[in-house]
């Protein structure tokens, strides 16, 4: 009988980012889940839309100011969740916490501009079923905004102690990945939420 | 070689040990066991721990299911009879449904892929254990939460499709619809969960050599039905939402007069509830191509013909939940698209059966349980197919439609089609869970109890259904002429549940008594039979790599093994998705009570959102607590973290 051959891993890296590493295929996964739903809920809103002759049925659209601004906000804020990505690739730390900052401070004005959104968005969800698509649309990309404001505060805490290793730079990397997911799922809210009232 | 010179072969290599593989295999030993006591129970994050749980609970709830099947079968079984009420008769059937399709047939295939695909794939553990347990304990609590209502009197009565407006808030006051609603969303969460953690434990975790050409074809199935379940869930668990919010908070998605369509919900469950049926079946179908190449002696016909069928099977059932409604008034356009497309996943499912029969044929037939089951399914299935392409055609559908031929319909797709081959699984993998082989003599007597006492129950149903009688009625006048064959469908039911008695029996007997079965008792060929039965919690001493898509079958003589991952840390191989090829490694959360903390968390907040809106907010708060220890490191952790980090390069040197 023959020797077994041998595969020798011990100088394989302990972690990698970007599409190499387990967690980010699982944030893809949430994201995917995620997507479906708001994809299921846009749809409920034009299933709907086809049930009633006006859209919105004897209101105003939503006001657009508040809307415009907060998407305004949530682009920019793609800005600094680039440079603490590449800062954590490079594993440089004090980039990292900076970035971090910074981009948690962008999701708090979006949140309390969201608070503003919800005030001018002319409908109720118990009036009609427009109204509570617009709400149930919203109310759910604010939960998915919190939930990830909250885990992007438990991270940065995170990276000020003194339990960083190369995986959370890793970490880090996968949290700008998902604020993309979360700054590009607004964009077809948006429209759908401001403009396709007007336009149809 | 032959499999059995083969798998002796391996055996020897085994037992051909130096001291210092010992050493190592206790150190593994130490790294990986379970925390053992009272309180360890709850902290386990092993897949074969949680997946052996997961597996036993949900056979619970079949048997809980099949008791109240029995139920309704005794008040079917003669006219006029008087065993259940109207209110409780609503309540078993709902219940029946509800739990054969989110508490026993969707989480018992997911069961054994988190038991199954980590050893078939040739890894230590599933990618996210943490998650695992959580996903086991939402599912576990969800089912308590369904029973302990149904005992409270508040069951759901709307049938497992809970159709608005019957379960709105106008016709449907108090909690029962609530609890259906809030069922779904516990067993979706779970499901999705479980569907993420397998998929990147298959894209991610293989042993080196396993391209995707040589995924083994149980472990694709998995792979195909956990991206449906993240397609597919996501709308139900919406759609049970929205019924929530209008009951509760008075939202109109539902309400015709405001806006809302009660078409809709039909819309969104069926989106999801007919992809359900071949998440149901496809693993099912997987099972089948994994045990009938072990007991034909050769490999299976057409593996990528097989592939592809399960992708396409995947992709078509989405295309199809509109030929539920055709008794709506939904455009005839519509409706002959959807009987184009009810009839084209006949295709996929028409390659697979050849590729079998093609299997059979050119095999060394070993007459073993599992095959019967196997031989089984294709009959039993075929039927039901057949009287699938029937009401696939919108004519013949309105004539049957909510009759009992339905019934006998889903019924031979669902349990011809997978609890047939669910058994032959049992049969087949109950020697790798407990290293114990069932009895096969008791075994012949389960299937011919089975197969005799199925179709006495379902077949007649198609009669019965073409006579005219309705589904969920509780009962019916002796004149409509129903009696007779309601009685030898009753019948039919009792001779299934003395035969599922049988089968518990023996497991019972077997645990006790059953006899050893050493690593690979059927000589099969794939990676779980490469260890002990049952594994070990590390799975595997020596890490394996794959030559082909025998795994064992094909080894090589000097089959390569992997050297250089540690056996004191919780470390794992990571390979990449298309080739398999070693890529970097990573080391696995430890036990921990947390996802075991933030499942009752969130239960507490499903549970208290049924009655009131300000669960949301402050059932959200123990969440975020638990979900923030889950994450949180400890000083060990992020010890062994960083040494095993220094042990490799960094990864910025290594090129993608």
């Given at each position: 009988m023959k020797e077994n051959l041998v595969i020798d891993v011990?100088?394989?890296?302990g972690y990698a980012f970007?599409?190499?590493?387990v967690m980010w295929w699982g944030t893809l996964g949430i994201m995917v889940i995620e997507g479906t739903m708001f994809a299921v809920m846009i749809g409920i809103y034009f299933y709907l839309r086809g049930?009633?002759?006006?859209?919105p049925p004897n209101s105003a659209p939503p006001e657009l100011r508040y809307g415009i601004a907060n998407t305004l906000v949530l682009v920019a804020s793609v800005i600094p969740n680039v440079w603490y990505q590449r800062a954590a690739e490079r594993e440089d730390l004090k980039k990292v916490q900076i970035g971090l900052l910074i981009s948690l401070a962008f999701a708090v004005a979006f949140i309390v501009l969201r608070f503003y959104e919800f005030t001018t968005l002319?409908?109720?969800?118990?009036?009609n079923a427009y109204g509570s698509a617009v709400w149930t649309l919203m109310g759910l990309h604010t939960t998915h905004l919190i939930t990830d404001f909250i885990d992007s505060v438990v991270l940065t805490a995170l990276m000020f102690?003194?339990?960083?290793?190369?995986?959370r730079f890793s970490d880090v990397s996968e949290n700008a990945f998902y604020w993309y997911f979360v700054v590009i799922t607004w964009l077809p809210i948006f429209v759908v939420i401001y403009l396709v009232p007007r336009w149809i | 070689m032959t499999p059995t010179e083969e798998a002796t072969r391996t055996a020897d290599a085994e037992r051909d040990e130096t001291p210092n593989d010992e050493r190592e295999r206790r150190q593994l030993e130490e790294t990986w066991k379970e925390p053992g006591g009272f309180f360890g129970w709850f902290r386990c994050v092993h897949h074969t721990t949680i997946g052996r749980r997961f597996i036993i609970t949900a056979f619970i709830f079949f048997l809980l299911g099949g008791v109240e099947a029995v139920m309704i079968r005794i008040q079917l079984?003669?006219?006029?009879?008087?065993?259940?009420g109207p209110d409780l008769y609503n309540q078993i059937f709902t219940m029946h449904g509800s739990t054969m399709m989110f508490l026993f047939a969707v989480p018992v295939m997911e069961a054994l892929g988190v038991y199954l695909v980590p050893l078939m794939v040739g890894?230590?553990?599933?990618?996210?254990p943490r998650l695992n347990a959580f996903g086991y304990y939402v599912y576990l609590f969800g089912g308590i939460f369904l029973y302990t209502m149904f005992l409270l009197?508040?069951?759901?009565?709307?049938?497992?499709?809970?159709?608005?407006?019957?379960?709105g808030p106008e016709y449907a006051p108090g909690k029962r619809s609530d609890t259906w609603a809030q069922m779904i969303t516990f067993t979706e969460l779970s499901a999705l969960v479980v569907a993420v953690e397998l998929i990147v434990t298959i894209f991610k975790?293989?042993?080196?050599?396993?391209?995707l050409n040589r995924i083994p074809l149980f472990v694709w199935a998995i792979l195909v039905i956990s991206f449906m379940i993240i397609f597919a869930m996501p709308t139900i668990a919406l759609a049970s939402t929205c019924l929530i919010l209008d009951r509760?908070?008075?939202?109109?998605?539902?309400n015709p007069a405001e806006?809302?369509?009660?078409l809709l919900w039909q819309h969104l469950f069926w989106f999801f509830g007919h992809p359900e049926v071949y998440i149901i079946f496809i693993p099912a179908t997987g099972i089948v191509s994994s045990i009938l190449p072990v007991f034909c002696r050769r490999k299976v016909f057409g593996y990528t013909a097989l592939v592809l069928s399960l992708v396409s099977t995947g992709f078509i059932g989405?295309?199809?939940?509109l030929h539920h409604m055709?008794?709506?008034?939904?455009p005839k356009v519509g409706q002959s698209f959807f009987t184009a497309a009810s009839m084209m996943i006949a295709i996929p499912t028409g390659v697979q059966i050849f590729c079998w029969i093609a299997t059979l044929w050119g095999g060394r037939l070993r007459f073993k349980t599992p095959l019967l089951f196997v031989l089984g399914f294709f009959l039993n299935f075929i039927i039901g197919g057949l009287s699938g392409v029937m009401v696939a055609s919108v004519s013949l559908d309105q004539q049957v439609h909510d009759t009992f031929f339905v019934v006998a319909h889903l019924h031979y797709v669902l349990?011809?089609?997978?609890v047939f081959p669910l058994f032959a699984g049992f049969y087949y993998w109950f020697p790798k869970f407990t290293g114990r082989m069932l009895s096969e003599g008791l075994g012949r007597w389960v299937f011919a109890l089975f197969m005799i006492g199925f179709n006495l129950t379902f077949f007649p149903m198609h009669q019965l259904g073409l006579k005219g009688?309705?589904?969920?009625?509780?009962t019916y006048l002796?004149?409509?002429?129903?009696?007779g064959l309601n009685l030898l469908s009753s019948i039919g039911g009792l001779i299934i549940a003395v035969s599922v008695l049988l089968f518990v029996i023996d497991v019972f007997r077997s645990l006790r008594a059953g006899e050893l079965a050493g690593d690979n008792p059927w000589e099969a060929?794939?990676?779980?039979?490469?260890?002990?039965?049952?594994?070990?919690?590390?799975?595997?001493?020596r890490l394996p790599t794959v030559a082909g898509r025998a795994a064992l079958w094909d080894?090589?003589?000097?089959?390569p093994i992997i050297k250089?991952?540690?056996?004191?840390?919780r470390e794992m191989l990571v390979t990449n998705v298309?080739?398999?090829?070693p890529d970097h490694k990573t080391v696995l959360p430890s036990p921990t009570i947390w996802p075991f903390l933030s499942a009752v968390a969130v239960t507490g907040l499903f549970i208290g959102s049924i009655f009131t809106p300000w669960a949301v907010p402050v059932g959200a708060i123990p969440v975020a607590i638990a979900l923030v220890g889950w994450f949180w490191p400890n000083r060990q952790e992020h010890e062994e973290e960083l040494s095993a980090e220094r042990d490799g390069r960094p990864p910025q040197e290594v090129e993608a």
């Open positions: 011990s100088d394989l890296p970007g599409h190499r590493s049930r009633v002759p006006d859209w002319n409908c109720h969800w118990t009036n102690t003194n339990l960083v290793e190369g995986k | 079984a003669r006219p006029e009879n008087r065993f259940l890894t230590r553990n599933i990618a996210f009197n508040t069951g759901p009565d709307n049938g497992w499709f809970n159709y608005v407006p019957l379960s975790l293989r042993a080196p050599g396993m391209s509760l908070i008075t939202t109109q998605f539902f806006g809302g369509d009660v989405f295309g199809l939940w055709f008794a709506t008034n939904l349990i011809g089609g997978a009688m309705p589904r969920r009625v509780y002796p004149e409509m002429g129903w009696g060929d794939t990676l779980e039979w490469a260890t002990s039965s049952p594994p070990p919690a590390y799975n595997f001493a080894r090589r003589e000097d089959q250089g991952v540690r056996s004191d840390l298309l080739d398999a090829e």
